[in-house]
């Protein structure tokens, strides 16, 4: 019993003295100080730069188009979602729509209208004299803005010099503390290396790695917009008179200053052909005001 106690603390005393040579050898090798009795050095850790990346979101463009004017419903439907029209415009444009009277406003298009008509010189549609609050037939001041697309660099979910320990793989953990690395040499040495997690993951397949490319067009503005909705359920229902006809619309959801939009749009087309067809069936179908756009 006795010289078992004694083997037994042999056996210890001899890990003990694998475990600090260990020790000993890395940090001679690492230069890493041993000040005292199995006391490391701190270790300086250079977290890698965060990346980032970009995300797109609306600024008013005032150079483009704006506008401050007063605007009427005339009390009658119509059709196209969210829009105002107004003499000064020569192109369509995507804006913001505020009713200077509440302070209520609206994500829209403006036009410039079919024909001029006397009166306040914004023309508004019902979904938008609807979510600006205005009644039929009452004048209401408007402030009508063009909006921009930008792109907004933003910062990676790990910030710059916070260190990722969970990705942190035990190579590196092993170069700054040379204690935990003669440990787990010694370790290896009786029960044989880990296996990673890369050596038993199966490859990825090649139908999850290929996905279906989009339509290779050369045109700036391969898209037809139907109209912009205030109300996810008329975006809906527009869609669904563009599949009765045999084309497939997408619904593409916005915000800005905490109010979300709904654009309906068609395409991509792929040549100038194609999409001039697909605007005329648009318009044929009573949305007079669709228009080519980027996106």
């Known amino acids: 019993m006795k010289g078992h106690k004694m083997a037994s603390g042999s056996s210890t005393l001899l890990r003990f003295a694998l475990v600090l040579s260990g020790a000993l050898v890395l940090s001679g090798c690492d230069g890493v100080e041993l000040p005292g009795f199995l006391e490391r050095g701190a270790a300086k850790v250079t977290a890698p730069s965060a990346s980032s990346r970009s995300v797109e979101r609306d600024v008013e463009a005032p150079e483009v188009f704006q506008v401050a004017d007063r605007g009427l419903w005339d009390g009658r439907p119509s059709l196209g979602g969210v829009w105002v029209a107004h003499p000064q415009v020569s192109d369509p444009e995507r804006v913001i729509i505020r009713n200077a009277t509440n302070g209520q406003f609206v994500i829209g298009v403006v036009y410039r209208p079919e024909r001029s008509s006397p009166g306040p010189k914004f023309q508004v549609s019902s979904d938008a004299a609807d979510a600006l609050g205005m009644l039929a037939g009452q004048p209401a001041e408007l402030n009508v803005t063009a909006l921009r697309r930008e792109e907004t660099p933003t910062p990676a979910a790990n910030p710059a010099g916070v260190e990722d320990t969970a990705a942190a793989p035990d190579v590196a953990t092993a170069a700054l503390d040379p204690i935990a690395a003669a440990s787990q040499a010694l370790d290896e040495a009786e029960s044989g290396p880990a296996v990673s997690a890369a050596a038993i993951t199966p490859p990825a397949t090649a139908a999850q790695a290929t996905a279906p490319a989009p339509p290779v067009t050369?045109?700036?503005?391969?898209?037809?917009?139907?109209?912009?909705?205030?109300?996810?359920?008329?975006?809906?229902?527009?869609?669904?008179?563009?599949?009765?006809?045999?084309?497939?619309?997408?619904?593409?959801?916005?915000?800005?200053?905490?109010?979300?939009?709904?654009?309906?749009?068609?395409g991509p087309a792929v040549t100038a052909a194609e999409r001039s067809t697909v605007l005329k069936q648009i318009q044929g179908l009573g949305f007079n005001d669709a228009y080519p756009v980027s996106n």
Do not use: C, H, Y
Not at 222 to 246: E, H, K, M, Y
Not at 258 to 263: E, I, P, Q, S, Y
């Open 218 to 266: 050369s045109l700036t503005k391969p898209f037809v917009q139907i109209g912009i909705f205030s109300v996810q359920g008329n975006a809906a229902s527009t869609a669904d008179t563009l599949r009765a006809a045999g084309m497939v619309p997408t619904i593409k959801e916005g915000k800005m200053s905490g109010k979300a939009f709904w654009r309906v749009v068609v």
